[in-house]
């Protein structure tokens, strides 16, 4: 572990009025730079978030339809369970590299271009898993995948500190994660009539297309605020009434140095996994725990989808509203952040019910709860680093998530392979939320922004 540096100890830096996870008590009277912010105006910037929310759907739809095909790719393919583990294994490796340079690109190129080519090149590699017949072919088809797809929420969150003021992001960036459980839900209801009807190479076909009528729609809509022609001069500044962020470039070796970097890369590396076994394995537990058939999937899929779009959303909004109620920053991502993980901690009874309808509910509150909880974990980074710097850290730390999901999945693979039982990768998921938390806690307390030195640290 890095030595970290002490944002406090340094010039400028700013100390939250209220370090503890409580309320303040009550808040104190406005300062007159507080009475003359601006008031919310404008629609544009939630035009911008819904973009990123269609976007992150297209996403999901992409990297979900394996799940929901693995009962039927099993049978005509004769795939096992370490066969499948292989598969996922392929996709988490390149998300994780491309989560990586996906932040990297963002602040390199700028979302406009960056994001355009990474739902480009991943709705031609979903499309290509049509092409595949064999375990190497579906490697490398969902190795393109995840390597095009790991742009996704870098470009998303640093499009949401672009063009939301601070005390927005958390609403914004839940609703644009929501999309992931749109697309979640539209797979279980698409891809197996699309299945039935036509084969599976057409469902990949169908749905690996969708990400060019997006492009169509980017392209025409989106560019940087100050650039913006259909942007108001009142929107803008409401944009941009937060302190100016510093003008700095660094390196990751020195953004590695910070605890407001290592606090998302723990929390994103303990919370990711479990989301990924919720995508990649709840179709066949459903399948081989409650003996569903493909079509049959859609009913409590679609319930525990529906479940997680309160949650996000919710998650935001929660922190959100407490900050509005007076309460710090730090106080209010916590809080909202302890009560989805108190949320999840029932899974663990979901594969030992008998009763469909009570395993689905006991999943969906906790696949609700895991996405609350990452909603407020992303706006962590927006809240404590400049701008420039945001994809670059939302990257690291989607790498170190995307490494979890290399980790559950070959786990999952032996542990399903071996015992046939769910009840082990169920008792980790209740018990991670927990864990994170504490974690993220103890690296950054008070959740203190960083402090960068006013002159420019070329990357090296």
Same mark, same amino acid.
């Given at each position: #572990?890095?030595q970290? $540096?002490?944002?406090?100890a340094?010039?400028?830096?700013h100390?939250?009025?209220?370090?503890?996870?409580v309320? +303040?008590?009550?808040?104190?009277?406005?300062?007159? *730079?507080?009475?003359?912010?601006?008031?919310?105006?404008?629609?544009?910037?939630?035009?911008?978030c819904?973009? @990123?929310? &269609?976007?992150?759907?297209?996403?999901?739809?992409?990297?979900?339809?394996?799940?929901?095909l693995?009962p039927?790719?099993?049978? $005509?393919l004769g795939?096992?369970?370490?066969?499948?583990?292989?598969?996922?294994?392929?996709?988490?490796?390149?998300?994780?590299i491309g989560y990586?340079g996906?932040?990297?690109?963002?602040?390199r190129?700028?979302?406009r271009?960056g994001? *355009?080519?990474?739902?480009?090149?991943w709705s031609?590699?979903?499309?290509?898993?049509?092409l595949?017949r =064999?375990?190497?072919?579906?490697?490398?088809?969902?190795f393109?995948?995840? @390597?095009?797809?790991?742009?996704?929420?870098? /470009? /998303?969150? %640093?499009?949401v500190?672009?063009?939301f003021?601070?005390?927005?992001?958390?609403l914004?960036?839940?609703?644009?994660?929501?999309?992931?459980?749109?697309g979640?839900?539209?797979?279980? @209801?698409?891809?197996?009539?699309?299945?039935?009807?036509?084969g599976?190479?057409?469902? &990949?076909?169908v749905?690996?297309a969708?990400?060019?009528?997006?492009?169509i729609?980017?392209?025409?809509?989106?560019?940087?605020?100050?650039q913006?022609?259909?942007?108001?001069?009142?929107?803008?500044?409401y944009i941009?009434h937060?302190? /100016?962020?510093?003008?700095? $470039?660094?390196?990751?070796?020195e953004?590695?140095?910070y605890r407001?970097?290592w606090?998302?890369v723990?929390?994103?590396?303990?919370?990711?996994?479990?989301?990924? &076994?919720y995508?990649?394995?709840?179709?066949?537990?459903?399948?081989k725990?409650?003996g569903l058939n493909?079509?049959?999937?859609?009913? !409590?899929?679609?319930?525990i989808?529906?479940? +997680?779009d309160?949650?996000?959303?919710?998650?935001?909004?929660l922190?959100?509203?407490?900050?509005?109620?007076?309460w710090?920053?730090? *106080?209010?991502?916590k809080?909202? #952040?302890?009560?989805?993980?108190?949320c999840?901690?029932?899974?663990?009874?979901a594969?030992?019910?008998s009763n469909l309808?009570v395993?689905?509910?006991l999943?969906?509150? /906790?696949?609700?709860?895991?996405?609350g909880?990452?909603?407020n974990?992303?706006?962590?980074?927006s809240?404590?680093?400049?701008?420039?710097?945001?994809?670059s850290?939302?990257?690291?730390?989607?790498?170190?998530?995307?490494i979890?999901?290399?980790?559950?999945a %070959?786990l999952?693979?032996?542990?399903?392979?071996? +015992?046939?039982?769910?009840?082990?990768? &169920?008792?980790?998921?209740? =018990?991670v939320?927990?864990?994170?938390l504490?974690?993220?806690?103890?690296?950054?307390?008070?959740?203190? !922004? #960083?402090?960068?030195?006013?002159?420019e640290t070329?990357?090296?």
């Amino acid at each position: #572990m890095p030595q970290f $540096k002490n944002p406090s100890a340094q010039p400028g830096a700013h100390l939250p009025q209220t370090p503890a996870m409580v309320p +303040t008590n009550p808040p104190a009277p406005q300062s007159e *730079a507080a009475k003359s912010e601006p008031r919310p105006t404008g629609w544009y910037r939630w035009i911008i978030c819904g973009l @990123l929310f &269609f976007a992150t759907t297209i996403n999901y739809i992409d990297r979900q339809i394996i799940g929901i095909l693995k009962p039927e790719l099993s049978e $005509k393919l004769g795939w096992n369970e370490l066969d499948y583990s292989n598969v996922v294994f392929a996709f988490q490796v390149a998300y994780a590299i491309g989560y990586a340079g996906g932040g990297w690109l963002m602040d390199r190129v700028g979302v406009r271009l960056g994001y *355009a080519a990474a739902v480009l090149f991943w709705s031609l590699a979903a499309m290509g898993h049509g092409l595949a017949r =064999s375990v190497a072919g579906f490697c490398a088809a969902r190795f393109g995948l995840g @390597l095009a797809e790991g742009g996704n929420f870098p /470009a /998303a969150v %640093k499009s949401v500190s672009d063009w939301f003021p601070r005390k927005e992001r958390a609403l914004a960036t839940g609703i644009f994660n929501a999309g992931s459980n749109v697309g979640a839900l539209i797979t279980p @209801l698409l891809v197996p009539w699309l299945t039935v009807k036509f084969g599976w190479p057409t469902a &990949f076909l169908v749905t690996g297309a969708l990400g060019f009528c997006w492009l169509i729609a980017w392209w025409l809509l989106y560019q940087d605020p100050e650039q913006h022609p259909r942007l108001s001069a009142g929107e803008l500044a409401y944009i941009r009434h937060d302190p /100016a962020d510093p003008p700095v $470039k660094i390196s990751w070796r020195e953004l590695l140095r910070y605890r407001q970097t290592w606090a998302f890369v723990v929390g994103m590396f303990l919370s990711s996994p479990i989301w990924w &076994f919720y995508l990649y394995w709840i179709p066949d537990f459903l399948n081989k725990q409650h003996g569903l058939n493909l079509l049959e999937l859609g009913p !409590p899929l679609v319930a525990i989808y529906l479940m +997680t779009d309160v949650g996000s959303i919710g998650g935001g909004w929660l922190s959100s509203w407490l900050i509005k109620r007076g309460w710090s920053v730090n *106080a209010a991502r916590k809080t909202a #952040m302890l009560a989805c993980a108190v949320c999840v901690v029932p899974v663990f009874a979901a594969s030992s019910v008998s009763n469909l309808w009570v395993a689905t509910v006991l999943i969906g509150l /906790a696949a609700s709860a895991h996405q609350g909880f990452s909603a407020n974990l992303y706006t962590l980074v927006s809240d404590t680093a400049p701008r420039q710097v945001v994809s670059s850290i939302v990257g690291i730390g989607g790498m170190a998530g995307a490494i979890g999901g290399m980790f559950i999945a %070959k786990l999952a693979g032996y542990i399903l392979q071996w +015992t046939g039982s769910y009840l082990p990768l &169920f008792v980790i998921a209740a =018990s991670v939320y927990l864990i994170n938390l504490a974690l993220i806690h103890a690296i950054n307390p008070r959740l203190l !922004p #960083m402090t960068f030195r006013a002159i420019e640290t070329e990357e090296r």
